[in-house]
């Protein structure tokens, strides 16, 4: 069964950076686009930046300039380097393919003030 399998969030205070590792395990399967998306509490969930073949990005706007999105279709993986976090970006952090998977756990993001 393929899962996906988020790391990599954590606790940092504004201005800092975090890398967050996504793997879609047990597949070797090539998918179209590779995204991140968060949910903040009592928001929904938005689509923070996709990647689509290896080379054709797309970013929020409110992250543009700040977030890189890369993928790794080798180990079937997905990355995301968020620069300059400031406390808005704090959410759950999940992952997902296109064609779409079952959603993961997700990973935390913390931005202290």
């Known amino acids: 069964q393929v899962q996906l399998v988020e790391s990599g969030g954590g606790l940092v205070q504004a201005g800092g950076s975090l890398r967050l590792s996504c793997k879609a395990s047990?597949?070797?399967?090539?998918?179209?686009?590779m995204s991140w998306y968060r949910q903040a509490a009592e928001k929904q969930r938005e689509l923070v930046a996709r990647?689509?073949?290896?080379?054709?990005?797309n970013y929020a706007e409110s992250v543009k300039g700040r977030f890189t999105i890369s993928r790794d279709n080798a180990r079937n993986s997905v990355y995301l380097q968020m620069n300059n976090l400031k406390p808005e970006d704090t959410a759950v952090y999940y992952c997902?393919?296109?064609?779409?998977?079952?959603w993961g756990q997700g990973t935390q993001v913390t931005v202290s003030s």
């Open positions: 997902n393919t296109t064609p779409q998977l079952p």
């Open positions: 990647i689509i073949n290896s080379d054709i990005t």
């Open positions: 047990g597949s070797t399967f090539r998918f179209y686009a």
